[in-house]
Protein backbone atom coordinates (compact mmCIF):
# COMPACT_ATOMS: atom_id res chain seq x y z
CA UNK A 1 0.00 0.00 0.00
CA UNK A 2 1.33 3.20 -1.00
CA UNK A 3 2.09 5.83 1.95
CA UNK A 4 -0.51 8.31 2.14
CA UNK A 5 0.06 12.19 1.00
CA UNK A 6 -1.34 15.30 1.60
CA UNK A 7 -0.64 18.41 0.04
CA UNK A 8 -1.79 21.53 0.93
CA UNK A 9 -2.78 23.94 -1.78
CA UNK A 10 -3.25 27.43 -0.52
CA UNK A 11 -5.72 29.41 0.42
CA UNK A 12 -7.62 26.50 1.59
CA UNK A 13 -7.89 22.99 0.18
CA UNK A 14 -6.06 20.09 1.19
CA UNK A 15 -5.68 17.37 -1.36
CA UNK A 16 -5.62 13.80 -0.18
CA UNK A 17 -5.31 11.30 -2.47
CA UNK A 18 -8.52 11.15 -5.39
CA UNK A 19 -10.35 14.04 -2.46
CA UNK A 20 -10.26 17.48 -1.84
CA UNK A 21 -11.26 18.96 1.26
CA UNK A 22 -11.62 22.65 2.27
CA UNK A 23 -9.63 23.59 5.05
CA UNK A 24 -7.79 27.04 7.03
CA UNK A 25 -4.38 27.51 7.21
CA UNK A 26 -2.04 29.85 8.43
CA UNK A 27 -3.10 33.60 8.01
CA UNK A 28 0.33 34.59 6.66
CA UNK A 29 0.11 31.56 4.17
CA UNK A 30 2.85 29.20 3.38
CA UNK A 31 6.17 30.46 4.15
CA UNK A 32 10.18 28.99 3.24
CA UNK A 33 11.24 31.17 5.88
CA UNK A 34 8.80 30.45 8.83
CA UNK A 35 9.51 31.66 12.39
CA UNK A 36 7.94 31.57 15.60
CA UNK A 37 4.69 33.39 15.92
CA UNK A 38 4.77 34.59 11.87
CA UNK A 39 1.19 33.24 11.88
CA UNK A 40 2.53 31.43 8.44
CA UNK A 41 2.50 27.73 7.64
CA UNK A 42 5.71 26.08 6.93
CA UNK A 43 6.46 25.22 3.20
CA UNK A 44 7.76 21.40 2.57
CA UNK A 45 6.73 17.69 3.38
CA UNK A 46 6.55 16.83 6.94
CA UNK A 47 5.69 13.01 8.70
CA UNK A 48 2.61 12.84 10.59
CA UNK A 49 3.43 11.14 13.91
CA UNK A 50 0.74 11.65 16.58
CA UNK A 51 -2.69 11.72 16.68
CA UNK A 52 -4.14 13.49 20.53
CA UNK A 53 -7.73 13.60 20.90
CA UNK A 54 -10.39 14.43 23.63
CA UNK A 55 -11.59 11.33 25.06
CA UNK A 56 -14.02 13.27 26.76
CA UNK A 57 -15.60 13.86 23.33
CA UNK A 58 -15.12 11.24 21.76
CA UNK A 59 -14.31 7.71 21.08
CA UNK A 60 -10.50 7.09 19.80
CA UNK A 61 -9.99 7.63 16.05
CA UNK A 62 -9.62 5.25 13.60
CA UNK A 63 -6.26 5.25 12.46
CA UNK A 64 -2.55 3.58 12.49
CA UNK A 65 -1.03 6.21 13.81
CA UNK A 66 -0.26 6.11 17.67
CA UNK A 67 -3.41 7.84 19.52
CA UNK A 68 -2.50 9.69 23.00
CA UNK A 69 -5.81 10.76 24.52
CA UNK A 70 -5.27 14.76 25.62
CA UNK A 71 -5.06 15.23 29.71
CA UNK A 72 -6.13 18.54 31.48
CA UNK A 73 -2.43 19.38 31.99
CA UNK A 74 -1.65 18.61 28.72
CA UNK A 75 0.26 21.30 26.77
CA UNK A 76 2.75 22.35 23.98
CA UNK A 77 5.79 24.19 24.10
CA UNK A 78 5.66 27.38 22.45
CA UNK A 79 9.08 29.02 24.24
CA UNK A 80 12.15 29.34 21.94
CA UNK A 81 14.22 29.78 24.72
CA UNK A 82 13.01 26.60 26.79
CA UNK A 83 14.86 23.35 26.28
CA UNK A 84 10.96 21.55 25.52
CA UNK A 85 10.55 24.01 22.69
CA UNK A 86 8.34 22.07 20.02
CA UNK A 87 7.23 19.18 21.98
CA UNK A 88 4.34 18.14 24.09
CA UNK A 89 4.95 19.24 28.00
CA UNK A 90 2.69 18.81 30.98
CA UNK A 91 1.34 21.90 33.19
CA UNK A 92 2.65 23.59 35.70
CA UNK A 93 5.10 24.42 33.26
CA UNK A 94 8.14 27.26 33.68
CA UNK A 95 8.17 28.03 30.10
CA UNK A 96 4.74 29.77 27.68
CA UNK A 97 3.12 26.85 26.01
CA UNK A 98 -0.64 26.36 24.39
CA UNK A 99 -3.27 24.39 26.55
CA UNK A 100 -4.07 21.52 24.71
CA UNK A 101 -7.39 21.00 27.08
CA UNK A 102 -9.66 23.67 25.37
CA UNK A 103 -13.19 24.64 26.09
CA UNK A 104 -13.86 24.79 22.31
CA UNK A 105 -13.48 22.03 20.21
CA UNK A 106 -10.22 22.89 18.14
CA UNK A 107 -7.98 20.65 19.99
CA UNK A 108 -10.47 17.61 20.37
CA UNK A 109 -8.24 15.76 17.80
CA UNK A 110 -4.77 16.71 16.95
CA UNK A 111 -2.57 15.64 14.46
CA UNK A 112 0.57 16.28 14.98
CA UNK A 113 3.46 17.72 12.30
CA UNK A 114 6.86 16.48 12.39
CA UNK A 115 7.85 19.92 11.57
CA UNK A 116 11.08 21.40 13.56
CA UNK A 117 12.13 18.14 14.96
CA UNK A 118 15.39 16.61 15.23
CA UNK A 119 17.23 18.54 15.92
CA UNK A 120 14.79 21.20 17.09
CA UNK A 121 15.83 24.93 16.24
CA UNK A 122 14.55 27.69 18.65
CA UNK A 123 12.74 30.72 16.62
CA UNK A 124 11.69 28.23 13.54
CA UNK A 125 8.09 27.65 14.71
CA UNK A 126 6.42 25.06 17.05
CA UNK A 127 2.84 23.67 17.58
CA UNK A 128 1.85 22.99 14.00
CA UNK A 129 -0.71 20.74 13.81
CA UNK A 130 -3.37 19.21 11.65
CA UNK A 131 -7.19 19.90 14.31
CA UNK A 132 -10.63 20.81 13.44
CA UNK A 133 -12.11 24.36 12.36
CA UNK A 134 -13.72 26.42 14.68
CA UNK A 135 -17.25 27.05 14.76
CA UNK A 136 -16.55 30.01 11.81
CA UNK A 137 -13.96 28.39 10.20
CA UNK A 138 -10.89 31.00 10.32
CA UNK A 139 -6.97 31.10 9.26
CA UNK A 140 -4.50 29.59 12.03
CA UNK A 141 -1.72 30.46 13.37
CA UNK A 142 0.53 28.00 10.89
CA UNK A 143 -1.79 24.81 11.07
CA UNK A 144 -4.27 23.34 8.87
CA UNK A 145 -8.05 23.15 10.28
CA UNK A 146 -10.52 20.59 9.04
CA UNK A 147 -14.14 19.36 9.57
CA UNK A 148 -14.33 17.10 11.69
CA UNK A 149 -15.65 14.38 8.91
CA UNK A 150 -12.46 15.62 6.89
CA UNK A 151 -10.27 14.59 9.57
CA UNK A 152 -11.61 11.09 10.42
CA UNK A 153 -11.92 10.29 6.76
CA UNK A 154 -8.30 11.51 6.36
CA UNK A 155 -6.95 9.28 9.58
CA UNK A 156 -8.61 6.23 8.59
CA UNK A 157 -6.44 5.88 5.65
CA UNK A 158 -3.35 7.70 7.63
CA UNK A 159 -0.06 5.50 8.71
CA UNK A 160 2.94 6.00 9.53
CA UNK A 161 4.46 6.59 6.20
CA UNK A 162 1.90 9.23 5.86
CA UNK A 163 3.47 12.79 5.19
CA UNK A 164 1.95 16.57 4.42
CA UNK A 165 3.60 18.99 2.04
CA UNK A 166 2.80 22.37 2.07
CA UNK A 167 2.92 24.44 -0.71
CA UNK A 168 3.59 27.67 -1.34
CA UNK A 169 1.46 27.97 -4.70
Not at 76 to 93: K, R, V
Not at 123 to 148: D, M, Q, W
Request: proline share 10%; glycine share 8%; charged share 20%.
Amino acid sequence: MKPLKLLVKPPNILKVADRSYRCTIGRGGVSKNKTEGDGCSPAGTFPLSLVLYRQDRLPPPNTKLPLLPIQKNHGWCDDPGHEDYNSLITTPHNGTFEKLWRPDKVYDIIVVVDYNIGPVIPYKGSAIFLHLNSTTPRPTEGCVALSTEAMLEILSKATLDSKIKFSEA
